[in-house]
């Protein structure tokens, strides 16, 4: 642990997680405003589901910390009990119809700001790269172009869903090239485990994702994005052009 680098990353991650619980509050806190909930149900609701996904990072985070995921020579690899989860979940609220009639309510520039995070993330794996924990394919010096999407997050916001200028198409478009990007690492990400999966015979192999707190990568970053952006994309499906209303900015 003498390498400044590893204890960066560690700090960075739990930050970055603190900070996301906070942006999912006020999301569904505005969601909930718009949904006609009061302002003491909405705060009640949105910290509820807050300290629902804080109850799943502990899960995970001390399953971690046992050792529980640094076995990958298991099938299927242990990460995937930590990743399954809250993708299932995803899928199921996708198709859920009371959930889709709630989305509509989600302010619709906040299912895209929120992937911003995901700059601190290819952060966090370069640094990971300069301490000799993360294999170089998996940052965007590499073959990890996900920091694109980061970077754009903000600017497709305010471009899409401008005042008096819905660009549905766009919109979606933007979304899939930020679920292409995200598939994209995941593979690279899979193919450098040390597993049977693996094709990237470079050290280090992408084994510290097992590991406290690193484990929350896979477990809630990956998954959180994939949610954002097909909640996004229901999102624009649902809601017509005509019929939208820009209480959904606010």
Do not use: C
Not at 2 to 25: A, C, R, Y
Not at 90 to 96: A, D, G, K, M, V
Not at 129 to 135: A, D, N, W, Y
Not at 193 to 216: G, K, L, Q
Request: net charge positive; proline share 5%; hydrophobic share 55%.
């Amino acid at each position: 642990m003498s390498n400044p680098f590893i204890p960066l990353t560690q700090i960075l991650i739990i930050l970055l997680v603190v900070g996301m619980l906070w942006l999912t509050q006020i999301g569904f806190y505005k969601a909930l405003r718009n949904y006609g909930k009061t302002v003491d149900q909405s705060r009640k609701i949105s910290w509820y589901i807050v300290l629902g996904i804080f109850l799943w990072l502990s899960i995970i985070g001390l399953t971690a910390i046992f050792g529980f995921f640094q076995n990958f020579e298991v099938l299927p690899p242990r990460i995937f009990f930590a990743v399954a989860p809250s993708v299932a979940l995803t899928i199921f609220l996708l198709f859920s119809k009371p959930f889709g009639r709630f989305l509509k309510t989600v302010p619709s520039t906040w299912l895209v700001y929120v992937q911003s995070f995901r700059i601190v993330v290819e952060i966090i794996l370069w640094l990971g790269f300069m301490g000799g924990i993360v294999p170089f394919q998996m940052t965007f010096e590499g073959f990890n172009y996900d920091i694109v999407v980061g970077l754009t997050a903000f600017l497709a916001g305010n471009i899409f869903f401008r005042k008096n200028r819905f660009r549905r198409f766009e919109a979606i478009l933007w979304n899939v090239f930020g679920l292409a990007l995200l598939i994209n690492i995941v593979v690279v990400s899979i193919l450098s485990t040390p597993s049977i999966f693996r094709v990237f015979m470079n050290a280090p192999a992408n084994e510290i994702i097992a590991y406290f707190p690193y484990i929350w990568i896979p477990g809630f970053f990956v998954p959180y994005a994939f949610a954002m952006h097909l909640f996004s994309l229901k999102q624009l499906i649902l809601i017509r052009e005509n019929e939208r209303t820009f209480t959904l900015k606010r």
